[in-house]
């Protein structure tokens, strides 16, 4: 009998064939389906935005800048423009401290008035003057402040509107600011200006940050503005304004509209406020390990020399800012390990002699000579750390003030002399060398125009061996710390 059933390998060929078939049919399903509802799906994409009108923002960008800043030229004083807030009735005491700065054939920037004031003939070796425009629209509320902080926070836009060419910074400062220009171009150069940069300091008072802000520049301080956050500011501000008419004053006011663009502040330690009165002297002896770039509320505290009034206290910097403007008020420490004593160059301004052996951690810290801003010796009051006056007869130290300045071309090196303030010291029972003996100080430094292109570092010093044939006169130097070098006694 013939066999009827299949070949084998037939059946399983006829399987294989139709379960390709079904494979390729599937996915030809899928493809047309994820096809079509992605035609359906874009149009919803595209108008996504449209369909929430209340949640766009307003962005301001500014336009690219076409050289890459990797090759523009490095920022110098003539692109900043300053914006110098005075009043008619102060200018005529006030504009002393602008002529100690200010430098006609190189600066740019206005004084902006409340009202036009009368010129005489040294005003040439003033910035120009411009009277502020009528704020009158504009609503003021807070019963203890003037509405002419409205007028003084729009300086910015103002100074942006008169369109001067090759800005990369505004920078805003009061009547009685007395700016060190070369430190503020060394602080500047460090930020890209072709980005928002909203740069300066906080009060040295902890009250009158916690009243205002911590995220606010004072305005004496100095407050540098980048041209492409002017150019935004400019924008927005008077819409800005007019939704704070409480606040206080101008710098409060400028602080509300950078929250609002959402720029925060960048702190330069340099920057000071100084809201204290008294003596600035523990504030300049022990400086931040930072350019000083502003000196404010001069008005408020004593001399930073003694035996002189303020304007001619002030232009005794003017040596040690034209030899070594970067070292100003930097502090070294060192010792005289023979003598016993521990010694603290604020260069350009002071030396000081103590008796004993004190630590870098200790000799760093500002001592109180100051008061806070309501006039109280508190110290919990300062937002930073500070030194109590030493009321123990034997640590007080011997003061030595800048008399002198000298450059030496063939050695590269300056000489700046110190003299001892002529006050009668208190007798001392401490068995060690008296520091009486030391009229005047010699420190022997070379200039260093770079000292901030590398990270911040204290300079080193050293008391020269050879000060015992100088009599009543020591010789420190001070320079770059050496390699593995360290303010210690072993």
Not at 55 to 62: D, E, K, M, R, Y
Not at 95 to 100: E, F, G, M, P, S
Not at 249 to 258: E, I, K, N, V, W
Not at 417 to 427: A, D, I
Request: hydrophobic share 35%.
């Amino acid at each position: 009998m013939k066999d009827n059933q299949k070949d084998p390998a037939e059946s399983l060929y006829s399987t294989w064939t139709s379960t390709k078939v079904l494979i390729c049919f599937l996915l030809l399903i899928s493809f047309s389906y994820i096809s079509y509802s992605l035609k359906l799906l874009h149009p919803f994409i595209c108008t996504q935005q449209s369909q929430f009108p209340h949640l766009q923002s307003h962005a301001f960008v500014p336009q690219p800048n076409t050289i890459p800043p990797s090759q523009e030229p490095k920022t110098n004083i003539s692109h900043i423009v300053f914006g110098i807030a005075a009043s008619a009735n102060l200018w005529p005491h006030r504009k002393n401290y602008i002529k100690l700065w200010w430098r006609p054939d190189q600066m740019r920037g206005h004084v902006w008035l409340d009202q036009p004031v009368k010129t005489e003939s040294n005003d040439t070796l003033l910035p120009p003057f411009k009277v502020s425009g009528d704020t009158s629209g504009f609503k003021y509320t807070n019963p203890k402040g003037r509405r002419s902080a409205i007028r003084i926070s729009r300086i910015v836009s103002e100074s942006f509107r008169l369109g001067m060419e090759n800005v990369r910074w505004f920078v805003l400062g009061d009547d009685d600011t007395v700016f060190v220009a070369e430190n503020l171009v060394r602080v500047l150069q460090k930020y890209d200006h072709n980005q928002f940069y909203y740069i300066g300091g906080t009060s040295e008072s902890h009250l009158q940050n916690i009243k205002f802000s911590y995220n606010m520049a004072y305005g004496g301080g100095g407050i540098a503005i980048s041209y492409p956050l002017a150019k935004t500011l400019e924008k927005m501000q008077d819409r800005c304004i007019q939704r704070y008419p409480d606040l206080y004053g101008s710098d409060d006011r400028l602080q509300a509209c950078m929250a609002e663009i959402g720029v925060p502040l960048t702190r330069e330690k340099g920057f000071h406020q100084f809201d204290v009165f008294g003596s600035l002297f523990g504030l300049l002896a022990a400086h931040p390990v930072a350019p000083l770039v502003s000196l404010h509320h001069l008005d408020m505290v004593e001399p930073i020399f003694p035996d002189m009034d303020r304007i001619h206290a002030l232009r005794r910097l003017e040596l040690p800012i034209k030899l070594d403007s970067a070292g100003l008020t930097q502090q070294s420490i060192c010792y005289d390990i023979n003598r016993f004593w521990t010694v603290s160059v604020s260069w350009g301004y002071a030396v000081q002699i103590f008796r004993g052996i004190s630590s870098a951690r200790e000799m760093e810290l500002p001592p109180r000579t100051f008061l806070n801003w309501y006039k109280r010796d508190d110290h919990t009051s300062y937002p930073f750390n500070t030194a109590p006056v030493s009321r123990h007869v034997c640590q007080e130290p011997f003061v030595y003030y800048l008399s002198n300045a000298i450059y030496n071309r063939s050695t590269n090196q300056t000489t700046t002399e110190y003299v001892r303030q002529q006050t009668r010291m208190p007798e001392c029972n401490w068995k060690l060398a008296n520091p009486s003996r030391i009229h005047k100080v010699l420190v022997l430094k070379s200039p260093n125009p770079h000292l901030w292109d590398k990270s911040p570092r204290r300079n080193c010093c050293r008391v020269s061996r050879s000060n015992r044939k100088k009599n009543g006169t020591m010789v420190i130097e001070v320079r770059v710390c050496h390699e593995d070098e360290v303010v210690e006694v072993s």
